[in-house]
């Protein structure tokens, strides 16, 4: 199961922080990544992390958003760095997880930037 939080209303430039908790099985996780879907648009990947820490991004949010995970907690983080958001980056986020070749879709968390 992957609960995602962290989404709401932040002015262009400012800054949020996404988390992502797994329970269930997570040992068997391989690859955890978050995607985000803007109203009228296809989903797309945002970021991925594997278990061996290598990273990959989108090319519009590379240098702006940082992809991280905890392992001792289970949670995976996109930290929207501060000064770096812009109205495009509005969306639902979705937080994601490879397992066994499956993969699971937390419920998403809604990213608004406006002024």
């Known amino acids: 199961q992957l609960q995602a939080s962290g989404g709401g209303l932040v002015q262009p430039g400012g800054s949020l922080r996404l988390s992502c908790a797994a329970s269930g099985n997570v040992f068997s996780i391989t690859r955890m990544g978050w995607y985000r879907q803007a109203p009228g648009k296809q989903r797309e990947l945002v970021a991925a992390?594997?278990?061996?820490?290598?990273?990959?991004?989108a090319d519009s949010v590379k240098g702006r958003f940082t992809i991280s995970r905890d392992d001792a907690k289970n949670t995976l983080y996109l930290q929207m760095n501060s000064h770096s958001l812009k109205p495009e980056d509005t969306a639902v986020y979705y937080c994601?997880?490879?397992?066994?070749?499956?993969?699971?879709w937390g419920q998403g968390t809604l990213v608004t930037v406006s002024s």
């Open positions: 992390i594997n278990r061996g820490g290598s990273t990959n991004y």
């Open positions: 994601i997880a490879v397992s066994s070749g499956l993969v699971y």
